[in-house]
Each structure stands twice: as structure tokens, then as C-alpha cells.
């Protein structure tokens, strides 16, 4: 079962018979059988029949909106997962703060643990200081917060100098000079690299979202990320140990040429895929953009990464990164449920 992402600007999803069939105008650009579409993802500005739309509901293909420019919009969902007895108790369990700040602190440690084996990866290409020096304070950070139970405040601190620290070093990780780093910036992305980071990020948390929902969890409850109206807390939780895997895909992208700065248009104007922290605070126009190209490129290679293999311990075996993701939900909902220790995804 497959994936389909559809990003043609302008196009239109039409149903078929068993078929989806994608229109730019009179011209068919390429069709789908749906018994072999396990997801549909939709980016940017793209029309959905409202035949098309019930077929998806019906049949229960998962179907997310993303805007053209890197935010998730929503998905049609036919109905929540029914296990309620589940969900109860994720609340339950995470009603208790110290249940929260066990289960945030194996989070950042698995982040941070993450983040230094990419750094380690690098390193046997390039022992530059910056690297290695990033590679030895995380590494303190990582040894602090296995030695005691910390609070959830102070975790969160560690998570935000051990990210400032990993960042610190992406200008020796970078070796296209036609792409450079000054640092993470969002809402809006300033500059190239951010942006692939920003578009990346929010295609993994769709991934996850999805996971979340299969596993009959509630995505609004979790214990790193605090509880605020609309943001998936429990998502974001589970995303932090899967970052570094995103970010080594961005730079494997720039180092090999895949993406060139051809790939991106700056200073846009606003249009209805754009939201008010899209943009620029004194120009207000969008900084810096994928081209429809690049945006193909992109997430063609984000397509082909999450169905790649990576080496897990628990369930032992080669798995790919879109099963471990469900994987990594399994655990949590066998955590709130029977109190299994929660096990996170250490890449090697």
C-alpha cells in the first residue's frame, strides 16, 4: 500500500470507477488505483470532486491537507478511533506529573542521543571543531539527564541548549557552498535550509499523526509539549526522537546536489495557501519558498527515506522508518495501558 502525495498547482482529483485520476485542466497527468492508495496527501492548491471525497471517506483512505507552503491544514477522517477505554487511560496516566516527566525525559534523551549519532556520522567525514565540540556538550547533556529524575522544566531547558548546541554545528555539516546556515528560524523560515527543515518537519508530523491515530491515541495529550488549544502535543512528543533521521535527509539533499537554489522562490507575495506567520513581519511577503519543482523533489525523497530500513531492538529486526513510527505509538499506547516501559527509537 502506497503513499501518493499530489503538489501539481492548480490540479484537480477526480474519481473514476476504482480510480483516481489527476487533471491539470482537460490534461490527465497520471492515475491511481485506490486498493492501492494507503494515504493521500494533498499540498498546496488542489481541487478534490466531492465524489472523490466520499470514495475516500468511505473507504477509509486517509486523506491530509498540507498548505503549499509547509503547514498542516487538516484530513478527512471518517471517524476517531474507537477504543475509548484507551484513551482514558492516556489521561489517566498522564494526569500524573511524575508519569509526564519520566516519560519527557526518555523523549529528550532519545533526541538528544539521536542528534549525536548524526553528529557521529558526520564526523567520520569531517572532524571539524564546531562538530566535535557540539558532539562533546551534548554528550554531557545526554549524561545529565540519565543519571537522575529532572523536572519537566528543567528538561525542556536541556532540550533547548542541546538543540542550540546540534544547530551550532550545521555550517560544517553543509558542504554545497550554495547553501549556508545562520541558525533555526521559523514562522517564517528565513533562508533555504530552513525552509526544507520546516516543510520536512511538518511532512514527518503528519507521519506520526497518523501513527497516533491508528493506535487509537488521543494526539492532543502528551507530557514533554504542554497542553494548549489546537497543537497535538502527543505528536510533538513522539516527532523528538525522529528529527535527526529528518534533518540528516535535508543535508544529505543540499551535500548531493538533489537541491539546488534554482529550487526556491523569494519574497512572495501572500495567496490563500499563505497564513499571517508565513510572512514577514515589515515586508510582509513570504521569504523564501520551494518552486513546484523543488517541492516534487522533496517530497519524492521524503517518500522514499520513510520507507527505507533502519535497525531496531524492540521489535528486534529491520523495519522501515513508516512502521517504526507506528511502532513508537504501539509502545506508548502499551505503556498507558499495561504500564510497559516505553522504549524509544535509538538510531543506529
Known amino acids: 500500500m502506497a503513499i501518493v502525495y499530489i503538489a501539481d498547482q492548480g490540479a484537480s482529483i477526480c474519481k473514476r470507477g476504482d480510480r483516481l485520476q489527476i487533471f491539470k485542466g482537460p490534461q490527465l497527468l497520471r492515475w491511481f488505483h485506490t486498493l492501492d492508495i494507503e494515504q493521500l496527501i494533498i499540498i498546496g492548491n488542489i481541487a478534490l470532486t466531492t465524489q472523490a471525497a466520499t470514495y475516500l471517506l468511505k473507504n477509509r483512505i486517509d486523506t491530509v491537507f498540507l498548505s503549499y507552503y ?3 491544514k487538516g484530513r478527512l477522517i471518517g471517524e476517531f478511533g474507537k477504543n475509548v477505554f484507551l484513551r482514558v487511560k492516556q489521561y489517566k496516566y498522564l494526569e500524573d506529573d511524575a508519569n509526564r516527566n519520566c516519560l519527557a525525559q526518555i523523549y529528550v534523551n532519545a533526541k538528544i542521543d539521536n542528534m549525536n549519532h548524526h553528529l557521529e556520522k558526520r564526523l567520520k567525514r569531517s572532524k571539524t571543531p564546531l562538530i566535535i565540540d557540539s558532539y562533546i556538550k551534548n554528550k554531557a ?23 542550540k548546541n546540534y544547530f551550532a554545528a550545521f555550517p560544517d555539516l553543509l558542504k554545497n557552498p550554495n547553501f549556508s546556515f545562520n541558525g533555526r528560524n521559523r514562522r517564517p523560515p528565513r533562508d533555504e535550509v530552513n525552509a526544507l527543515l ?33 497543537r497535538q502535543s502527543l505528536v510533538l512528543d513522539l516527532m523528538e526522537e525522529f528529527r535527526p533521521l529528518i534533518d540528516n535527509l535535508v543535508i544529505s539533499l543540499i551535500n548531493r546536489r538533489e537541491i539546488a537554489p534554482i529550487h526556491f522562490k523569494y519574497n512572495i507575495l501572500p495567496d490563500d495557501e499563505t497564513e499571517s506567520d508565513d510572512l514577514d513581519d515589515d515586508s510582509k511577503l513570504l521569504p523564501v519558498c520551494l518552486s513546484q519543482d523543488g517541492m516534487k523533489i522533496v517530497v519524492t525523497a521524503f517518500a522514499k527515506f520513510i520507507n527505507s530500513k533502519f535497525t531496531c531492538t524492540e521489535p528486534s529486526g529491520n523495519w522501515t522508518l513508516k512502521d517504526i513510527f507506528l511502532n513508537q505509538a504501539r509502545k506508548l499506547a502499551a505503556l498507558f495501558e499495561n504500564n510497559n516501559p516505553y522504549q524509544p527509537f535509538l538510531w543506529r
Do not use: C
Open 70 to 72: 509547509g503547514k498542516y
Open 141 to 163: 547533556i545526554a549524561d545529565k539527564l540519565a543519571s537522575a529524575a529532572i523536572p519537566r522544566d528543567v528538561i525542556r531547558g536541556f532540550e533547548g541548549i542541546a538543540s
Open 198 to 230: 520546516s516543510l520536512t518537519y511538518t511532512l514527518l508530523m503528519n507521519q506520526i499523526m497518523t501513527a497516533t491515530y491508528i493506535s487509537g491515541l488521543d494526539p492532543y495529550v502528551g507530557a514533554l509539549h504542554e497542553m494548549v488549544y489546537g
